[in-house]
């Protein structure tokens, strides 16, 4: 039976959560297209991306997606640009989707792409059309374009918690690896730290504190971000999919991670450490290193440190897997020169 697609301008959000969450019953999504992150960044950042929706003769829902339009960036001038599950504003995508894609009902993934890729080449309005943080070789990748360029390609680092059970985490790290972790664990009496999940009367004081242990410590905070700051406090005080996590000693307080638990996965999205007491001390390794040990004995079967090429996800892991972001042009003579002046200069479609 042929699926009827719409784009629609957004409806209200507790009519659009109840379709959401009856679809996403039916399907098997990652925990970026589900409503507890859908529909926390919609309400956090106030956007209002357009609605792909995907029905059957009957009405109901069969896929769902969100389309944000605006003019982005381009080296010869802003371009029509549709992102997908994104607003297409940095500012209000700056919670950084991973595993995006369609939330599709289970058994018609293949029918509901292909009409949804129809219904983006049947709109006139877009140059551009951008996937971030999809897996490598997606379906959303068959669209027609003049051009297809993969403008990153990221690991995502992840512990084999089954391998953990049988073994010991630190065994299966590099000697580096573990020679930091066990001298840093000398410098914390001796243990990692204990951890402490937060209580719905702790998360704002606990997120404060992460707020403000990061303070200073990154060029682009997203802690600086108010919006961010509601966005993280809705994800934790409305799911028991989220997590906050408080690690200490003696001493105090080590850190703090903000987790996503998801299909018998925990992903770290978040993270706030103390500073180094000596030299050699590693609070990130120690804490990420107990979360490890306090989702092996829940019988996850992974802990994710999300999609990034920072060298401590690496030193920490057993095992990875990637996330790719495209960006699909549609022929303009505007960007045939910039394709050109990209070739001539020697500048990356990422730059």
Known sequence: MALTAQFTRLPDPAILAARWQALESRATPSFFLGWTWTGAWL????????????????????????????????????????????????????????????????GREGEATEAALQALQKRKDWRTLRFSGIAPGSPLLEIPARRKTRLDRSPVYQVDLEAVRASDYLALLSANSRSQIRRAIKDHDGALPTITKASAAEIEPWLAEMQALNTGRHADNAWDDPAFRRFAATLATRSDKVELLRFTDREGVVGLLLNFLHDGTAMNYQSAFAAPRTAKDKPGLLCHAAAVGHYAARNLKLYSLLAGKDRYKQSLATREEALEWWQIDRFSPRLEAEAILRKILKRPASA
């Open 43 to 106: 309400e956090s950042y106030g956007v209002r991306p357009e609605l792909l929706a995907l029905t059957d003769p009957q009405g109901q829902d069969i896929a769902l997606a969100l389309f944000g339009h605006a003019m982005q960036p381009r080296l010869l001038g802003p371009t029509a640009t549709l992102s997908l599950n994104q607003s297409g504003d940095a500012a209000a995508d700056r919670p950084f989707i991973e595993y995006n894609g369609l939330l599709i009902a289970k």
